[in-house]
């Protein structure tokens, strides 16, 4: 029997950050990860995170993984890669499988940070080769760079559909729709408006009401549902589609938590006291497997769990725990606001905090109206090139203003509230908000660049990357061609961690209109 | 709503379950009072779903015996759901000289009883099972024994049960039985009262502290046992399969998948957090038990393990049959590990008990008083 | 109107009556429908354990990883509850598929 201070499940965001935490502060650490490589989910996150400079925002998922492995490696965390934790018994022992054999371990400390599965709908045919989970179409994608399918349609408008939806589209699938039961969409609007800019349409109000094909998916029949959620005849819409993603919910992979005994609430999540503690002594639950949220809060949940067992075990004193418990809870409080926060899930609000009318547009299609810009602090006129910031709901996230040389940016110490555009200040330009917004809201428009003619600068994340004098037609909010317009310049920069800076030349009048551009004549 | 019946019946195991449906068969009302929020969340549903009549001790034998050639065959037809009944045998392997005169002992017993039950040779052996491994010198053969699926027969009986009009309660938890005028009568669980004029306890290792109430002892004890179950495989052979050694035990279910039943040899003295909890060292024993009589089976994948309590009386039999000092009150309890396969029998007897009628079979090796001192 | 106490099983759904979606497959791993699950709702069945016995849905494989919330979403709507009014089943070792060969060898961890 082998034996360590802490034992994590999991190498994924949480159980790598409890790791490094925890060995960090002198624990013998010991990770296991059924998969061959680790980070968990993160290697697959291409996108940039949300959050502020504490969140490792804007940085890209993959990269994320990549420096939580290198700290593994340099506080001498064990990490065992094909090895599944295939029991947690009595006394904390994990047995794990590695390869031709089981093995016993045993530890003061285990956290259990296993991750999610994906939930599933039934309906008919949902069973055909073609239907799957959105995060295993991500995991075709990103990890095996295998593209699923050629037209795609999503079910599930939170921010997984929206995510991956966009990746799709990045790996050159067609999304034919994305449909959701709920009657507004679930995630991010500004994930949701990089799908509408591209000419994906949104179904809100519908399912799926059968995958067509015989032997795999060919096609598939959406319907829109009535108040009581059931389908209204007449209403069904046909696809042609080799692919469904479903993106309808994960659920806590717990199960080692429940085997061990530990208690869970009304809502089937384990229930956590602080630090992740179980109602079993010395076990801990960590990340998705906590309760599902998303990899920057889980994150933070790993290194409080870590703490947690670390002053348990004597490695940490009191005064410090209560130092680091208080600055990490802060992290995550600081996650935890505005009106996609858990305790906020299921309200419908109307406003921002600020008081600023909520688009139903943006909840309905996905996209702002041209005349709904004006709402936003983020979106002023002004003389010369500035910053437009089309970021409209309340989201924890601040990289835009973190990253403006000029202060041209206000999100504030609430890193919920909207950006604010400070016309006093001097836009140079350079683009960085543009880059670091992970939710590609914010553009660049200069009105005053060329007489008739606006330059609207875009992030592009696509390839190939157009070249300046490539022709081509801008596209609307809501992916509709509004002119043809000739790409001035391509930008790319290490500062911009491969988002290119697209600068487009339009009709003045289209300066606050087009926000994409594709090649070629509409 | 009438908490009064003919008959009140305190647990909804296969074996309170069974007697609750021969006690509507026989137009009786009753009630059944399960304190689990599950049916059959005891040994009934966790359990290696042996119908053996052979390795029983001697008393237990004319149930298995009964049972075997009045009840199971036509149980899928009556209960109205295919409970899996599968009598193609029971295979009792030995590797070595010691462990064919353990065999040689047990089916001499049985024989001696009347059971068909016969030594056979390893040829014998592997004809009826080729998979055996080269190691098997013989075994002991009972061809009338076999297998039923555990978690629907107890089901099945509360389905008929309930269909003919038994009103099982769940999640109530019986404090105690009550006497009225000398009688045992009134059944109280916490707010709630019942009736009945006659009472059968059949709450497993429960119905001990049940019976203490009322000044009976049942010496039982719990152990925990464990079970593994593997994905499904093609049929490969329908007998229930044990060894001398008893490294293990269990069949191929209907669907497919093997469960195989076994013990670390620790389980008198494994620790419970409250919960039949599996222990890490029991699945991989039991996995090199089977292997070591069906290696072919070392490639298939298991997806489950499981453990349940059995109630185990001193003397690894029964308490079966009425309290002469509680008048009314029928026992029936303390299966020790092998009550499955003789359920459908004592379910019989002790519904005939209970409506006053003369039972098939004699239960009176079965009585609850009779432990005595060894000297 | 008070909920239902589907502990005493005299509680009656009436008879079973065929709903669209009954042919769904819901448990891959061992095909029971949508129907199997909801017949056996209707046959005193109140609990996910009792539905589990007798149909061996989220038995097999994957353990119930995939059709859990299926099931569940499915016996709550029989009884009128909400999915997280049934109570949680039980997880069990192993977590995923293990070979009796692997299982039976045990090694010292490292």
């Known amino acids: 029997m082998s034996h360590y201070d802490m034992i994590v499940v999991g190498a994924g965001p949480a159980g790598l950050s409890a790791a490094v935490q925890a060995a960090s502060h002198g624990l013998r650490v010991a990770v296991f990860d059924e998969n061959a490589r680790p980070g968990g989910q993160l290697f697959k996150q291409i996108h940039k995170f949300f959050g502020s400079k504490e969140h490792m925002a804007k940085t890209r998922g993959f990269n994320i993984g990549t420096a939580l492995l290198q700290e593994a490696r340099d506080t001498g965390v064990t990490v065992v890669l094909d090895a599944v934790a295939v029991g947690l018994y009595p006394n904390r022992e994990v047995v794990v499988r590695a390869g031709g054999a089981v093995r016993h371990y045993k530890a003061d400390a285990v956290v259990v940070a296993a991750g999610a599965s994906e939930n599933t709908v039934a309906f008919e045919g949902w069973t055909l080769p073609g ?16 593209r699923p399918g050629k037209r795609v349609l999503m079910l599930g408008s939170g921010n997984v559909g929206l995510v991956v939806g966009f990746q799709l589209l990045q790996a050159g699938c067609e999304l034919v729709a994305v449909a959701d039961a709920a009657p507004r969409i679930g995630g991010y609007g500004v994930h949701a408006a990089k799908l509408a800019r591209c000419g994906v349409p949104f179904y809100l109000s519908h399912t799926i009401l059968r995958a067509e094909g015989t032997g795999r998916v060919t096609g598939v029949v959406i319907s829109e549902l009535d108040a009581q959620w059931r389908p209204k005849s007449g209403s069904e819409k046909h696809f042609d589609a080799d692919t469904i993603c479903l993106a309808v919910g994960l659920s806590p992979m717990n199960q080692l938590l429940r085997m061990a005994g530990c208690a869970v609430r009304e809502n089937g999540d384990v229930l956590c006291y602080p630090f992740g503690e179980t109602s079993v002594s010395g076990i801990y639950a960590a990340g998705d497997a906590a309760g599902i949220e998303e990899a920057s809060s889980a994150m933070i949940g790993g290194r409080l769990a870590a703490i947690g067992a670390a002053h348990r075990l004597g490695y940490l004193d009191a005064q410090t725990l209560a130092a680091e418990q208080a600055r990490l809870e802060g992290m995550l409080q600081s996650l935890r606001q505005g009106m996609f926060a858990p305790q906020n899930r299921g309200k419908a609000a ?33 003389k010369g090139v500035h910053p437009v910031i089309e970021c409209t ?24 509230a909207l950006p604010v555009v400070d016309k006093t200040a001097t836009c140079t330009g350079c683009g960085l908000c543009v ?7 914010v553009f660049l428009v200069d009105e005053d660049a060329e007489p008739g003619f606006a330059l609207v600068t875009l992030p592009y ?20 061609p509004v002119c043809p317009a000739e790409v001035v310049r391509c930008k790319s920069a290490s500062a911009y961690d491969r988002t290119s800076l697209l600068t487009i030349r339009v009709p003045k009048e289209m300066g606050m209109r087009a926000r994409f551009w594709k090649g070629g004549a509409a | 709503m009438n908490n009064t019946a003919d008959v009140i019946i305190i647990g909804a195991g296969v074996i309170g379950s069974a007697t609750a449906y021969y006690l509507t068969r026989k137009g009786h009302s009753v009630i059944v009072l399960e304190k689990s929020p599950f049916l059959g969340d005891g040994g009934s549903s966790r359990n290696g779903g042996g119908v053996r009549q052979s390795g029983r001790d001697p008393r237990e034998l004319p149930l298995a015996m009964y049972g075997v050639k009045h009840l199971w065959p036509g149980l899928s037809e009556e209960l109205g759901m295919d409970v899996e009944y599968c009598q193609s045998g029971n295979l009792r392997l030995g590797k070595t000289e010691e462990h064919l005169a353990i065999l040689r002992g047990l089916t001499d017993r049985a024989a001696a009883c009347g059971l068909g039950v016969s030594m056979i040779d390893a040829a014998q052996a592997r004809t009826i099972c080729p998979y055996l491994s080269e190691e098997v010198i013989g075994a002991s053969w009972c061809p009338t024994d076999g297998h039923a699926n555990p978690m629907l027969v107890t089901l099945a009986y509360y389905r008929k049960a309930r269909a003919n009009g038994a009103r099982f309660i769940t999640g109530q938890r019986v404090q105690a039985i009550q006497k009225v005028r000398g009688q045992a009568r009134r059944v109280v669980c916490g707010d709630e009262t019942f009736e009945g004029d006659t009472i059968v306890l059949a709450a497993g290792y429960g119905s001990r502290a049940i019976a203490a109430g009322l000044g009976i002892d049942l010496p039982m004890n719990t152990l925990l046992m464990e079970v593994l179950v593997t994905e499904e495989q093609p049929p490969m052979f ?19 998948s093997f469960v195989f039943g076994g013990s670390s ?4 003295h494994n620790r419970d957090d409250g919960r039949p909890v599996n222990h890490s060292i029991t699945a991989p024993c039991i996995c090199r038990g089977v292997m070591g009589y069906f290696p072919a089976l070392a490639g298939t994948k298991i997806v489950r393990t499981w453990a349940g309590w059995l109630d185990e ?12 000092e509680v008048p009314g009150l029928l026992v029936g309890c303390g299966f020790s590990g092998h009550g499955f396969g003789i359920a459908p029998a004592v379910g019989t007897v002790l519904a005939d008990l209970a409506a006053g009628d003369t039972p098939p079979l004699e239960v009176s090796a079965f009585r609850y008083d009779r432990f005595k001192a060894k000297l | 109107m008070s909920a239902t106490d589907w502990n005493d099983r005299i509680c009656t759904l009436g008879p079973f009556e065929p709903a669209p979606g009954d042919g769904f497959i819901v448990c891959r791993c061992v095909e029971i429908t949508q129907g199997d699950v909801r017949r056996a709702v209707h046959d005193g069945m109140f609990t996910l354990h009792e539905v589990r016995r007798l149909l061996r849905c989220g038995m097999g494989l994957c353990q119930g990883q995939i059709c859990g919330r299926l099931v569940r979403g499915i016996v709550a709507k029989e009884l009128g509850v909400s999915p997280t009014a049934l109570e949680e089943v039980t997880a069990r070792a192993p977590m995923r598929p293990v070979e009796m060969r692997v299982f039976g060898s045990e090694e010292a961890g490292a």
């Open chain 1, 131 to 146: 239907v799957m989970g959105a995060g295993a179409a991500q995991t075709m994608m990103n990890i095996n760079r295998v």
């Open chain 1, 350 to 382: 109307q406003s921002t905090d600020e008081g600023c009318p909520l688009s139903s547009s943006l909840l309905g299609q996905g996209y702002l109206r041209d005349d709904e810009i004006a709402n936003y602090p983020g979106c002023k006129q002004a």
């Open chain 1, 393 to 416: 709901q309340n989201i924890p996230c601040n990289p835009c203003q973190d990253v403006c040389p000029k202060g041209c940016i206000r999100v504030g110490a609430n890193i919920v």
């Open chain 1, 435 to 441: 880059a670091a917004c992970p939710g590609q809201a």
């Open chain 1, 461 to 480: 994340e696509f390839l190939p990357i157009p070249k300046a004098g490539d022709k081509g037609t801008a596209l609307g909010r809501g992916g509709q």
């Open chain 2, 238 to 256: 329908s007998q229930m399969l044990g060894t001398a050694m008893a490294d293990f035990y269990g069949h191929q279910s209907k669907h497919g």
């Open chain 2, 265 to 268: 040899g620790f389980e008198a």
């Open chain 2, 313 to 324: 009386m001193a003397d690894h039999i029964p308490a079966i049959g009425p309290v002469a």
